[in-house]
């Protein structure tokens, strides 16, 4: 698979992300790096879970950047797109992907709102968005094989979403499993909010795609 100049600006400005984020902080960066052994980072540097600060609006841009290129590695092997590595796609998928999310975003605070669980969703919201944007990094060393060491056969890339897909599943229901009380008292919008904000916008995404 050959790639092009706008491919290795994209890895170099995750990296020059995850470097800023580093040397701005570094202790919270250890703590999040080490999230899937310790809560420590949800229990010491987020006494109010914010999705809005600079550290966390730095790895949820990683995370989108990576995910997007992500998608148009799926996108281009699977034989959607026909010219070798257009950016004009990646810029389309990145734009769709961050207004789905977006979108995504509103609908919880209103259904939040209406609910009066405001308090509740924000948490809730927090800690899936600081999981996913850990889950993206570990697709990172995975894309840089893909795109310059090794071409992924199409069934490998499709084991390979399937696995991230199962990862993120797993973040749920550890969420779930972890607050069980609090997943039974609301359990009305926790069925609705996997039903409709949790699978829609991906097969929106993927129905727009291709």
């Not at 590695?73 to 990646?90: A, D, I, Q, S």
Request: charged share 10%; glycine share 2%.
């Amino acid at each position: 698979m050959e790639h092009n100049n706008w491919v290795t600006l994209t890895f170099l400005f995750v990296l020059l992300l995850v470097l800023v984020s580093n040397q701005l902080y570094p202790e919270k960066f250890t703590d999040f790096r080490n999230l899937f052994f310790s809560g420590k980072y949800f229990t010491s540097h987020q006494k109010k879970p914010s999705v809005f600060n600079f550290f966390s609006f730095i790895l949820y841009l990683s995370h989108s950047v990576i995910l997007s290129l992500g998608l148009f590695t799926l996108f281009k092997v699977m034989g959607f797109l026909k010219v070798e590595y257009n950016f004009l796609f990646f810029l389309q998928i990145f734009i769709l992907l961050n207004v789905l999310i977006g979108i995504k975003y509103l609908v919880e605070k209103i259904i939040a709102s209406i609910f009066t669980i405001d308090k509740v969703i924000d948490n809730y919201i927090f800690y899936k968005i600081t999981y996913k944007n850990l889950l993206a990094f570990t697709l990172f060393p995975v894309l840089l094989v893909f795109i310059y060491s090794w071409t992924p056969s199409p069934i490998t890339l499709i084991i390979s979403t399937l696995l991230y897909l199962l990862l993120n599943l797993f973040i749920l229901l550890k969420y779930y499993l972890k607050n069980q009380k609090l997943v039974f008292k609301y359990s009305f919008y926790f069925i609705l909010y996997l039903c409709t904000l949790e699978i829609a916008p991906y097969i929106i995404l993927y129905k727009v795609i291709t």
